[in-house]
C-alpha cells in the first residue's frame, strides 16, 4: 500500500513567502466555509455546530492525510438530502454509524487501489444524481426561503410541494424579501470583487438588517437561528455510538452510497484543482484520507464529509497551494466556534435558505444535462432515470439502478459490436489474413469452414456464438475457431467454447483455433481447453491453421482411399 500524504512531500521545500500564501487562503476560506457549515448542517436536519464541527475535524484529516496539495474538506450540499433521510429514520446515532461504516469503505477502497476505478463511473449517472440533489435541495428550502407556517414537512419531493401548494397562503413577506435580497447580493458580489464570496457578504449584510429590524422596529416575524437552535460554541464531547451487526446490515446500504458519493466528489474535486494547478494528486491516499476523516467526526458529532470543489477552488484563487492552507482554514473555523460563535444565532433563515438555493443552482448543471440530452438514447435513459430516482425516491436507489443501467445497456452496446463470420470456400489474404505475404485469397479446402469472432468473447455474446452454429446446421470435417480479434473471454465464452469442443469430438469435427492472443490463451489453459484441444491444434495465425487442416484433410482422404481399396 501506498499512503502517501501531499504534506509530507510539500513541506520538504517550503518557505516562509508560501506559508504567508497559504496563512491568507486559510483564512479567507475558513471565512467562506462558516456559512456553508452552518447551512449545510442545519438543511442535513442536525444543529448548525454539527456542521462546523464536521469542517473543523474532517477539514483539517483531509489537508493531513490527503493526497491533494490544495483539497479543502468538510460538509457538502451532495449530502444533506441522504443526511437528512437518515436522521428522520435512524437517528444522530444511525447517522454517525452509517458515517463510520462509509469512512471504513472509503480507507478499502484507497487499500485496494480503487481510486482509478472510481473515476469510471458514467458521466451521465453524475451529472443524474448531482441534478437531482440540486432540485431535492431547492425544494427543501422552499419552507424557509417563503416563511411559510407548514409545520412538520413530509419527507418524499411529491409531498412536499402538494403540502407548499396547500399552506401558499401563509407566506411570510418579510422572510421572502430577506431571501430575495440575499440572493440578489451573491449574484451581483461577483461583479464588484472576485475576492470576496457573495454568500459571506449576504450574511454578514442581511444578518445586521434583521438584527436593526428586530432590535429598533420590534420586528419578529423573520426567524433566525437562535430561534429555531440553541447554539452550542464549544468543543464538541467524544461519543461512540452503539454498533451491533443487525445495525450494520440496515444501514449498510445508505453506507455504501455515502461512501460512492464521497469518494466521486472529492476525486472529481481534486482531479480539476489538478487542472488548474498543474499538479497531480494521488486519489488512492486521497481516499483513505477522507475515509479517516468519516470514521473520525462522527464520534465528535459530525456529519459526512468529502472534498468541496467551491472551497477547493477559493483555496487556490487565494494562493493556497499545499495542505498547510487546508490546516489553517480548520483552525480559522475552530477559532470562529469558540469565540464568535454565538452571534451565528442571529442568522436568518430565511437568508440561509437564498444561501441554499444558489448552492443548489450552481450544482444543478442545467446546461450539461440539457447538452446530454441530445446524446445516445442509451445516456438520455441513464440520465433521466437517475435523476429522477434521486428527486421521486432517494439517492440509494438512484446510484444503484443507475450504475446497473448504465453497466446493461454497456454490456448491450459491447454485444453489438462482436460479430461472427462464416468462411466456406476461400479468405481474401489482404483483408483477412496473418501471417501470408500473398495478396490473393486463401482458398479453404474442401470441408474446413472458418468462424471469426470479432470483438470480445464473453457472456452478452456467448449465446450469438452459439446460435450462429445452430443456423449453419452443416457438419464440415474441420472447423477453424478465428480469435484473432478477441481481447478477452469470460467464464461463459469458456463454456460455450468447452461445449462446442465436445460436441464436435462427438460429431467427429476437428477443431483448430487460430490467432489466440497471450491473454485469451492463458485463459484457455487455466479452463482445460488448451489441453482438452492438444497445443498443436492452438495456431498462430490462419495460415498456419489452414496448412494443418489440409495435412489433416489429406491423410483423411488418404485413409479413405486405403479403405476403399480393401
Not at 318 to 333: D, E, S
Not at 462 to 467: G, M
Request: proline share 4%; glycine share 8%; aromatic share 8%.
Amino acid at each position: 500500500m501506498h499512503f502517501q500524504p501531499k504534506i509530507f512531500h510539500t513541506l520538504k521545500n517550503y518557505t516562509k513567502e508560501q506559508f504567508y500564501a497559504d496563512l491568507m487562503a486559510g483564512v479567507i476560506v475558513g471565512i467562506v466555509a462558516l456559512p456553508l457549515a452552518i447551512a449545510f448542517g442545519i438543511a442535513s436536519g442536525v444543529t448548525p455546530e454539527k456542521g462546523l464541527f464536521t469542517a473543523i475535524i474532517a477539514g483539517f484529516i483531509i489537508s493531513l492525510l490527503g493526497g491533494s496539495k490544495v483539497q479543502i474538506g468538510g460538509p457538502t450540499g451532495a449530502f444533506i438530502v441522504i443526511v437528512y433521510g437518515i436522521v428522520q429514520e435512524f437517528g444522530i446515532s444511525g447517522l454517525a454509524t452509517t458515517t463510520m461504516i462509509a469512512g471504513v469503505m472509503l480507507i478499502c477502497m484507497g487499500i485496494f487501489k480503487l481510486g482509478s476505478i472510481i473515476k469510471f463511473i458514467p458521466f451521465p449517472v453524475v451529472v443524474g444524481f448531482t441534478s437531482g440533489i440540486a432540485l431535492t435541495i431547492f425544494t427543501t428550502q422552499i419552507k424557509d426561503l417563503l416563511g411559510l407556517q407548514t409545520g412538520e414537512l413530509p419527507g418524499d419531493f411529491i409531498h412536499k410541494w402538494i403540502t407548499y401548494g396547500k399552506f401558499i397562503g401563509t407566506i411570510n413577506y418579510w422572510a421572502l424579501g430577506v431571501s430575495l435580497l440575499s440572493i440578489l447580493i451573491i449574484v451581483i458580489t461577483p461583479k464588484f470583487s472576485k475576492k470576496i464570496p457573495g454568500s459571506l457578504l449576504a450574511i454578514a449584510i442581511v444578518t445586521l438588517i434583521v438584527y436593526f429590524l428586530r432590535e429598533k422596529f420590534g420586528i419578529t416575524g423573520i426567524e433566525t437561528i437562535g430561534d429555531r437552535f440553541t447554539i452550542n460554541a464549544s468543543l464538541p464531547h467524544a461519543e461512540t455510538p452503539t454498533i451491533s451487526f443487525a445495525v450494520i446490515q440496515s444501514l449498510l446500504p445508505t453506507a455504501f452510497t455515502i461512501a460512492m458519493l464521497g469518494a466521486i466528489e472529492s476525486l472529481l474535486s481534486a482531479t480539476v484543482a489538478d487542472g488548474v494547478i498543474g499538479d497531480s494528486h494521488n486519489s488512492n491516499t486521497e481516499l483513505i484520507a477522507q475515509g479517516i476523516a468519516n470514521v473520525i467526526t462522527p464520534i465528535f458529532g459530525g456529519i459526512p464529509a468529502t472534498g468541496a470543489i467551491a472551497r477547493t477552488m477559493t483555496n487556490i484563487n487565494n494562493g493556497g497551494r499545499t495542505p498547510v492552507a487546508g490546516i489553517i482554514h480548520a483552525i480559522v473555523l475552530l477559532l470562529i466556534l469558540l469565540f464568535l460563535g454565538n452571534l451565528t444565532r442571529h442568522i436568518p433563515m430565511s437568508c440561509l435558505a437564498g444561501v441554499l438555493v444558489i448552492v443548489s443552482y450552481n450544482m444543478s448543471e442545467w446546461r450539461t444535462f440539457k447538452a446530454l440530452l441530445r446524446n445516445s438514447k442509451s445516456d438520455v435513459a441513464v440520465l433521466v432515470t437517475t435523476f429522477l430516482l434521486t428527486v421521486i425516491f432517494d439517492l440509494t436507489i438512484a446510484i444503484e439502478i443507475g450504475l446497473l443501467l448504465a453497466v446493461v445497456l454497456f454490456l448491450r452496446r459491447i454485444s453489438e459490436t462482436t460479430s461472427i463470420s462464416v468462411f466456406k470456400n476461400d479468405i481474401n489474404s489482404a483483408e483477412y489474413v496473418e501471417g501470408n505475404a500473398d495478396t490473393e485469397k486463401l482458398t479453404l479446402p474442401k470441408g474446413v469452414e472458418v468462424y471469426e469472432i470479432e470483438g470480445p468473447f464473453f457472456f452478452g455474446v456467448a449465446s450469438k456464438f452459439e446460435e450462429t452454429m445452430k443456423q449453419i446446421g452443416d457438419k464440415p470435417m474441420i472447423r477453424i475457431i478465428r480469435m484473432r480479434k478477441v481481447p478477452f473471454i469470460d467464464s461463459t465464452g469458456l463454456h460455450n467454447l468447452t461445449n462446442l469442443i465436445k460436441l464436435s469430438k462427438k460429431d467427429k469435427i476437428h477443431i483448430l483455433l487460430s490467432g489466440v492472443n497471450p491473454q485469451v490463451r492463458e485463459s484457455l489453459e487455466k479452463s482445460g481447453i488448451a489441453e482438452m484441444l492438444s497445443e498443436e491444434n492452438i495456431c498462430e495465425n490462419i495460415t498456419e491453421a489452414i496448412e494443418k487442416a489440409e495435412k489433416y484433410v489429406a491423410a483423411h482422404e488418404k485413409k479413405k482411399s486405403k479403405k476403399t481399396e480393401a
